[in-house]
């Protein structure tokens, strides 16, 4: 089955500027989103086609593909971006969400 | 206000059935691609099926044969019958919308899906 690995934990100070990776075979020919988990609450749609941002959703976020890795870029980090982030990619018509990783603001 | 609301969660024993479901405002969900992805204690997201044009569905490999997604056209409801239900199957599950853009190439068009409303969730526990 297909698998998209990030890194369990990822920690920024406040003001600086968080990076989180998504990894998978042959994912560069697919396409990627990113979902922001907090805790107690749904998840929200942050990126999408694997780099456009939904109304709603600060400049600060943004995030790119190169090969087979997709990142996700947070600028200027604030207190209120802890949380899990997602990333999914969908392989022909299912889908698959990589394990999280939690976004600690020190 | 766009949004979905599931419903249908409880306590159920191993080897039971349990139906949920999924009622949406703002949009029809008749007339939208819809899915399910559920969340263990303490754990990340998990896909679990989706449907798309002419209610073709599709599930992960670990609900195929237990889990059945369907939708209700007459009262615009999506549905998920589980069957078979393991402890494993413990989780808050979650209704989401399934949007898409398009890109049209010179054969085809592709499509670019994304899930942009997701209900609060309903808790289902497996356990004697």
């Known amino acids: 089955s297909y698998e998209l690995p990030q890194p369990p934990s990822v920690s920024v100070s406040p003001g600086q500027t968080a990076s989180i990776t998504c990894s998978g075979d042959k994912l560069g020919n697919k396409y990627t989103c990113w979902y922001q988990q907090k805790p107690g609450q749904s998840p929200v749609l942050v990126i999408y086609?694997?780099?456009k941002r939904p109304s709603g959703i600060p400049e600060r976020f943004s995030a790119s593909i190169s090969g087979n890795t997709a990142t996700l870029t947070i600028r200027e980090t604030q207190a209120m971006d802890e949380a899990d982030y997602y990333c999914?990619?969908?392989?022909?018509?299912?889908?698959?969400f990589g394990g999280g990783t939690k976004l600690t603001v020190l | 206000e766009v949004q979905v609301v599931e419903s249908g969660g409880g306590l159920v024993q191993p080897g039971g059935s349990l139906r949920l479901s999924c009622a949406a405002s703002?949009?029809?969900?008749?007339?939208?691609?819809m899915s399910w992805v559920r969340q263990a204690p303490g754990k990340g997201l998990e896909w679990v099926s989706v449907?798309?044009?002419?209610?073709?569905?599709y599930y992960a490999d670990f609900v195929k044969g237990r889990f059945t997604l369907s939708r209700d056209h007459s009262k615009d409801m999506l549905y998920l019958q589980m069957n078979s239900l393991r402890a494993e199957d413990t989780a808050v599950y979650y209704c989401?919308?399934?949007?898409?853009?398009?890109?049209?190439?010179?054969?085809?068009?592709?499509?670019?899906?994304?899930?942009?409303?997701w209900g609060k969730g309903t808790t289902v526990t497996v356990s004697s």
């Open positions: 989401a919308r399934v949007g898409y853009t398009t890109l049209a190439g010179y054969y085809s068009t592709s499509y670019y899906y994304y899930m942009d409303v």
């Open positions: 999914q990619a969908w392989d022909s018509s299912t889908v698959v």
């Open positions: 449907v798309y044009d002419g209610d073709n569905t």
């Open positions: 703002g949009f029809t969900v008749s007339t939208n691609y």
């Open positions: 086609h694997d780099t």
